[in-house]
């Protein structure tokens, strides 16, 4: 069955406390995974998308990686600002789309 | 650009009732996609089209449901009968190609009593 993981549910780390998340999947045919952040009572906000096995993308304190089972979101000194629910997604085959229950992650000053 | 906009942003209405959802993605985005994100289940694709044809509705989860987009700058997501297992939040979402990024409106937060 194809399926989109993420771990752990939930994260909380001092500012500063580099850590990463991790974002598994069982699809056929993979087309792109996207990575998304998502702040209480509003819609996901992209971040990345990555294409290929060994791609890798940067964004201030943001660095998504992909293997060809898993992805990482590295996140390095993040500050109280970084706290949010982090959503991957999986796009694969004809187009289906399949989004992860999510990493809430909290970062305290 | 304003963005994809949603509306109404809360919604709450009795069981048997009809709801209409609405949105208006961002100009020139070909694909429009609707979803819905609920504790349990997280965020589920329900329907999405492409220049106004609908292309996957394998989501919809009942007969229920209905979305429609009339043309390239409006879509309905419709609800009739609403039940109390329909609340969640819905998502509508655009982007210009189908493997490119998917911005996401604010959402309209649905609570069917």
């Known amino acids: 069955e194809d399926q989109v993981t993420q771990s752990p549910e939930a994260l909380r780390l001092q500012e500063g406390e580099s850590s990463s998340l991790n974002c598994s999947y069982t699809v056929s045919g993979l087309r792109g995974l996207f990575w998304y952040r998502q702040d209480p009572g509003k819609g996901p906000e992209f971040l990345f998308t990555?294409?290929?096995a060994g791609e890798e993308k940067e964004k201030e304190r943001l660095k998504a990686t992909l293997t060809k089972k898993e992805s990482f979101l590295h996140i390095t000194a993040p500050k109280p600002e970084d706290s949010a629910t982090y959503l991957c997604?999986?796009?694969?085959?004809?187009?289906?789309?399949?989004f992860g229950a999510g990493t809430r992650l909290t970062v305290k000053p | 650009d304003a963005g994809v906009i949603q509306s109404p942003r809360h919604e709450v209405t009795e069981m048997g009732q009809e709801v209409t959802l609405r949105c208006k993605p961002i100009?020139?985005?070909?694909?429009l996609f609707w979803y819905r994100q609920t504790m349990m289940r997280g965020l589920e694709l329900l329907i999405y089209f492409n220049n106004n044809v609908p292309i996957d509705d394998s989501g919809m989860p009942e007969d229920r449901f209905s979305a429609k987009m009339p043309n390239a700058s409006f879509s309905t997501l419709k609800i009739q009968p609403s039940e109390p297992r329909d609340s969640a939040v819905y998502f509508c979402?655009?982007?210009?190609?189908?493997?490119?990024?998917?911005?996401f409106g604010p959402g309209t937060r649905l609570l069917v009593l």
């Open positions: 100009s020139g985005h070909d694909y």
């Open positions: 990555l294409y290929s």
């Open positions: 979402a655009s982007s210009p190609r189908i493997s490119e990024t998917q911005y």
């Open positions: 997604a999986v796009q694969y085959n004809n187009n289906d789309m399949r």
